[in-house]
């Protein structure tokens, strides 16, 4: 059937196309290998091969496919005697998880509004929305901090927690997954009396738990890397998450800090895969509407 | 079937975060035990007082900013004319200095007016101020030889701070690194310069700044090694 539609010439394009996205995603990967590789390095190993970087020698770079002499040394660092590493990843957690368990409570309802009831200035309100969404941090970080500072919060964990909390792209999201919501199960729930809080939590948030959990795990990822917020927002260098874990590369602390980007890794890749199926689902729901 | 595969990544998910907490405490009750806590000192600048190293003579005369302009009898004013023959005893100290003088005998503070270095013996002639008020012999050259000099360098630490390894002088001083673990401390060898001792203590010709921290001895150090300091 293939051979009949399509010809020789089309099956050697997809193939080259493949090797070309094969050569992409080496690309793309190649960060990851060499930061689990160099995890495994000695200081002087690390030396040879990106001394040229971030030591004084003058050396050119040299990228290691294995390590000559392969050490736990930078772990056993990392993890016995770097307290400060525990100390900014439980930060990251209680900054991290109730933003995104705020946003999921504040945006699904705003969204579930948009998204399926009529209102004067509903267009307006979504416009405003989309604009905020695609304001940069820079561009708000004065007003936010102004409004923060009036809630005495600058310097906690709420000053990195509130603003994640009420941001927009959540409700934007969630606003077009909703919409795919067919109107006639709202109708038919409606006739059965259920009201505006039945219906959410009945029949939408049920339904669109795919593009919940796809804002969720976007979130999450969103609020552990976040960098801008927390240097703007706390002073205490006991409250910094974990994304500000490495102020300073240097060959002296070059492998220590592959390594805690490896263990960094773990809980984002772990919650990425738990979420993949809904992330799919998600931006189809996006797709589709949007 | 889905519920399956995702089974393990929970499993690893509640793993990883307890695996942190267990760590956390394991990393908290390690740093307090396994890393010595030090006591530091810091470099200052400061008087040494040092054993003799110099010999001249009483002379009379009238000296001038600039330096002798010439001998004046009747002028009622002393100094000694001499050499230092340690040259780098005298590298770091300052002109209006108090060095202590023995002269016939009698100890006596002076106060160094003029030094230069004498290339033909290598040594450093000086001119030390006598005080007023006490009895020399006027004209007369009287050999003398500085018994103790108390000087001032930029640079003093306790002599029990520095170590001595093959003929080398060094100290571990306590650096922060404010890299991958923000504030671990840790002790760095580093080698030292002595230009003059005592029992006590030492002056060093580097010049550290007043936030340096030189490790007490007590603990074994090693270059590189983690420490904390004593709070």
Request: glycine content about 6%; some cysteine; overall charge neutral.
């Amino acid at each position: 059937m293939y051979g009949y539609k399509y010809g020789k010439g089309f099956f050697k394009m997809k193939k080259l196309i493949q090797l070309c996205m094969v050569f992409l995603a080496l690309i793309i990967f190649a960060p990851i290998c060499i930061t689990i590789i160099h995890s495994f390095m000695g200081m002087r190993e690390l030396e040879l091969n990106i001394g040229g970087i971030i030591g004084s020698s003058k050396k050119p770079v040299a990228i290691s496919l294995l390590p000559s002499y392969p050490t736990l040394k930078n772990y056993k660092e990392l993890l016995l005697y770097s307290q400060d590493f525990y100390r900014m990843f439980w930060n990251s957690v209680r900054q991290s998880v109730p933003a995104v368990f705020g946003q999921i409570v504040v945006a699904a309802p705003a969204a579930f509004v948009m998204a399926k009831y009529e209102f004067r200035g509903k267009r307006v309100l979504f416009w405003i929305y989309l604009v905020a969404m695609l304001m940069p941090f820079q561009v708000l970080m004065v007003s936010e901090y102004l409004v923060l500072m009036k809630l005495s919060v600058i310097n906690t964990h709420w000053a990195i927690i509130l603003p994640a909390v009420f941001g927009t792209y959540p409700v934007f999201i969630l606003t077009k997954v909703f919409l795919n919501i067919p109107d006639e199960v709202m109708e038919a729930a409606r006739i059965d009396g259920a009201g505006s809080f039945t219906l959410l939590r009945k029949i939408v948030l049920p339904i669109g738990k795919g593009g919940i959990i796809a804002v969720a795990v976007l979130d999450f990822l969103e609020c552990i890397n976040s960098i801008e917020a927390p240097l703007v927002f706390l002073k205490d260098k006991s409250l910094l998450p974990l994304s500000l874990f490495f102020p300073e590369v240097s060959l002296y602390n070059a492998g220590a800090v592959f390594a805690a980007s490896v263990v960094i890794m773990i809980p984002a890749v772990l919650i990425f895969v738990l979420g993949d199926e809904h992330l799919e689902t998600g931006f189809q729901a996006f797709q589709v509407k949007g | 079937m889905k519920k399956k595969t995702k089974k393990p990544i929970y499993i690893l998910l509640a793993v990883f975060f307890i695996a942190m907490a267990v760590m956390t405490e394991v990393s908290r009750i390690i740093n307090k035990s396994h890393i010595p806590v030090v006591d530091t000192q810091t470099p200052r600048r400061g008087k040494l007082e040092l054993e003799a190293l110099g010999r001249g003579v009483v002379k009379f005369g009238m000296i001038s900013n600039q330096g002798i302009l010439e001998e004046m009898p009747n002028q009622d004013l002393y100094y000694v004319e001499g050499y230092f023959f340690e040259k780098d005893y005298v590298a770091n100290v300052q002109t209006g200095s108090e060095i202590l003088l023995s002269v016939g005998g009698n100890e006596l503070r002076g106060i160094l007016a003029a030094k230069m270095y004498n290339y033909r013996e290598d040594t450093t002639d000086v001119l030390i101020l006598l005080p007023e008020g006490s009895t020399y012999t006027a004209g007369e050259e009287v050999e003398f030889a500085a018994e103790k000099a108390k000087v001032t360098y930029p640079c003093t630490m306790a002599r029990e701070l520095v170590y001595e390894e093959d003929g080398n002088t060094y100290i571990y001083l306590l650096q922060e690194r404010d890299s991958i673990t923000g504030n671990i401390t840790i002790a760095v060898k580093t080698q030292i310069h002595i230009v003059a001792a005592n029992a006590v203590a030492v002056a060093v010709s580097e010049e550290f700044d007043s936030s340096t921290k030189v490790i007490s001895k007590g603990a074994e150090l090693e270059d590189g090694m983690r420490v904390r300091e004593r709070e």
